[in-house]
């Protein structure tokens, strides 16, 4: 079946503009977090949805980030008057219900002139 | 907050060779201990994941164990081959809310 799919694959832009990347889960899954992998380092949790609930929000590094998603489908991840500190790579992830194994994307590379 | 270091940071083993990656964490208190591979140019791949029950997993080559007193996990390779060349993360799940903490992943390389 579909796996977790990202769009898009790579990202140039130049600071100061705003990007958005969107995550498409796995069908009938009820979680979705994103991350950021900047290079040589490990993978930062960023936000998490569930559901219904509240997302959250503890990893986003400021308030130049957001993150919002549609009911249990897809999400968009914005990043705000972009930073080349941004530049890293974005994964997203999503899990069933009840699960507790994270299936992820292949990420979008964003790199900021 | 929770911090996973994983050493080394990169190996390089003959095809055939058994081998053993290692992960170490702060905070003894998890829910979950996680491994993953992840392939230049894509995501990430579950491998095992061993509940804060266990002691171990394991599945076909590939064994993980989990000592939580020690705040140490390792990932067993047995037999490996040229398709095992990855690099391997190991994360932590501290609440069962699955925000997982991740080490900086170990670069296998298998030589054939």
């Known amino acids: 079946g579909a796996g977790v799919s990202q769009s898009p694959s790579n990202k140039v832009t130049e600071k100061g503009k705003d990007v958005e990347l969107r995550c498409d889960p796995i069908s009938g899954h009820t979680a979705l977090y994103w991350y950021r992998q900047r290079l040589g380092q490990g993978l930062e949790f960023l936000i998490y949805f569930q559901g219904n609930s509240a997302p959250d929000k503890s990893g986003l590094p400021s308030d130049r980030f957001s993150a919002e998603r549609t009911g249990e489908s897809v999400s968009t991840l914005t990043i705000q008057r972009t930073q080349q500190e941004d530049s890293a790579v974005y994964l997203c992830?999503?899990?069933?219900?009840?699960?507790?194994?994270?299936?992820f994307g292949p990420g979008t590379r964003l790199t900021v002139l | 907050k929770q911090e996973v270091t994983q050493i080394p940071a990169a190996l390089s083993v003959p095809e055939g060779e058994n081998l053993v990656l290692n992960c170490s964490f702060t905070?003894?208190?998890?829910?979950?201990l996680q491994w993953f591979r992840q392939d230049p140019g894509k995501g990430l791949t579950s491998l095992l994941l061993?509940?804060?029950?266990?002691r171990e997993q394991t599945s076909g080559r590939l064994n993980a164990s989990l000592d939580k007193s020690s705040g140490r996990s390792t990932l067993y390779i047995a037999a490996s081959q040229p398709g095992d060349s990855a690099t391997y993360l190991c994360?932590?799940?501290?609440?069962?809310?699955?925000?997982?903490?991740f080490g900086t992943g170990t670069r296998l390389t298998v030589i054939p």
């Open positions: 992830a999503s899990s069933p219900p009840a699960g507790d194994t994270q299936y």
């Open positions: 061993i509940q804060s029950s266990q």
């Open positions: 994360a932590s799940d501290q609440t069962g809310a699955n925000n997982l903490f």
């Open positions: 905070d003894s208190a998890i829910y979950n």
